[in-house]
């Protein structure tokens, strides 16, 4: 028997690697500050919970492909507060935004198609595209300057005549960056002069700092037939493990399209989407109190970062992530002695070596991906274990 080629050319991701050390390190007793998954820990609203108790006993149905029409509703409406121009029509649910985003470039990208992306980039787009033979082209987005977009001369460089899409996260998983109304008219320009797809994965679109402003690709006209907008529930709520996320567009051909591949895996889970219709009502005020708290976390530990010796890194902007260069020579092999080898009274660190999140995989080798989704006290933990790690590393490989 044997496999595809297709899943052969699938990579595991550098944050999957360190599984079996985590597990093992576990199992011998260390306490890990695991700041290598974006999964956050604040509690899920109880709206979300209240459904599944009312739920009546008796058959379970397959919900309706396109995803229920109470969350479709309450996510138009979701939009239309913050300008975004979405009917429930041009909504469809999905098992998470990953279903979303491996449907999106199943519908638009044929094989050898490319598809442009800012370097770093969210791993798993990577594996998407391993999966559908499309190619991964990138623009570098520069850590001195908090990874932001490079001009739109630089960006257009690298539009080939294979160049189907431009893929933004905004605000970006790895790194915090979080792009001004001036950045994403370059792309919107891009897009327009050479007619291609904008996929705006905006998952992160609520955790946004210091009052500055967000600009979704949703509040600029003119692009209705290039427009994808990737969401879901899983970051903005703390409900990863519900699975509920959604594709939005005004294209007609794009969304029929879907359509066809909503419809071949049935539905997305019944009460999960009663239960996340519930939470897209959630009033203003949730997202400006967990925003503090994060906006908290995010300050503990660029303060932390910025104190040990040899680490460099710019203050992130938005999402839960940052990304500092540290004074070692490869970060997954500290990453991996870290687990193995170092602790402060039996606790240690885990994080994700940045090169996974790279291209050219050599040019993250000095650079890590924290998620400050701990509390405050954990972060500051978490920061010294790290200074001491880095201090023992460099030592005993000098
Ligand atoms: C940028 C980005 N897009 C999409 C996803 C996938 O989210 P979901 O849990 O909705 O599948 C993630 C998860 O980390 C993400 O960081």
């Known amino acids: 028997m044997k496999l595809s080629k297709r899943i052969e050319g699938v990579e595991y991701s550098a944050i999957r690697k360190l599984t079996p050390y985590v597990d093992r390190a576990k199992k011998d007793g260390k306490k890990l500050y695991e700041l290598n998954i974006g999964a956050p820990d604040i509690d899920v609203p109880d709206i979300y919970y209240d459904t599944f108790q009312k739920i009546k006993k008796g058959p379970l149905p397959y919900a309706y492909a396109q995803g229920i029409s109470e969350l479709r509703e309450a996510t138009a409406n979701y939009y239309k507060k913050r300008n975004i121009n979405f009917d429930a029509d041009d909504i469809y649910i999905t098992n998470g935004a990953s279903e979303a985003i491996l449907f999106t470039f199943q519908v638009i990208a044929d094989e050898g198609d490319a598809v442009l992306t800012t370097d770093?980039?969210?791993?798993?787009?990577?594996?998407?595209?391993?999966?559908?033979?499309?190619?991964?082209?990138?623009?570098?987005?520069?850590?001195?300057?908090?990874?932001?977009?490079?001009?739109?001369?630089?960006?257009?460089?690298?539009?080939?005549?294979?160049?189907?899409?431009?893929?933004?996260s905004n605000p970006t998983n790895p790194t915090g960056a979080l792009y001004s109304e001036g950045e994403i008219i370059r792309i919107v320009n891009l897009a327009k002069k050479y007619d291609l797809f904008i996929i705006a994965d905006e998952v992160y679109r609520e955790f946004v700092y210091d009052g500055n402003n967000y600009k979704?690709?949703?509040?600029?006209?003119?692009?209705?037939?290039?427009?994808?907008?990737?969401?879901?529930?899983?970051?903005?709520?703390?409900?990863?493990?519900?699975?509920?996320?959604?594709?939005?567009?005004?294209?007609?051909?794009?969304?029929?399209?879907?359509?066809?591949?909503?419809?071949?895996?049935?539905?997305?889970?019944?009460?999960?989407?009663?239960?996340?219709a519930k939470l897209y009502e959630i009033d203003k005020s949730y997202f400006e109190e967990v925003n503090k708290e994060y906006q908290k976390r995010r300050d503990v530990i660029y303060e932390e970062l910025i104190s040990i010796p040899g680490v460099k890194v710019k203050k992130p902007k938005?999402?839960?992530?940052?990304?500092?260069?540290?004074?070692?020579?490869?970060?997954?092999?500290?990453?991996?002695?870290m687990i193995e080898n170092f602790d402060i009274d039996g606790e240690t660190l885990v994080f994700a070596p940045a090169k996974g999140f790279f291209k050219n995989k050599e040019e993250g080798k000095q650079m890590i991906r924290l998620a400050f989704i701990l509390n405050t006290d954990a972060l500051k933990k978490s920061m010294k274990i790290l200074k001491e790690g880095i201090k023992a590393y460099v030592s005993e490989n000098e």
């Open 318 to 337: 938005g999402a839960f992530y940052v990304m500092p260069k540290l004074p070692v020579d490869d970060t997954e092999k500290f990453a991996i002695w």
């Open 120 to 168: 770093p980039f969210y791993t798993n787009y990577m594996t998407v595209f391993e999966q559908l033979g499309v190619e991964l082209n990138v623009f570098k987005t520069d850590p001195d300057k908090g990874f932001a977009l490079p001009e739109e001369k630089e960006i257009e460089k690298h539009i080939t005549d294979k160049t189907v899409a431009i893929l933004l």
């Open 216 to 276: 979704s690709f949703g509040e600029v006209g003119g692009i209705e037939e290039n427009l994808i907008l990737i969401d879901s529930i899983s970051k903005r709520f703390g409900a990863c493990g519900a699975r509920i996320g959604s594709v939005a567009s005004k294209n007609k051909a794009f969304n029929d399209g879907i359509n066809k591949l909503c419809n071949c895996r049935l539905a997305a889970p019944t009460i999960e989407q009663m239960a996340a």
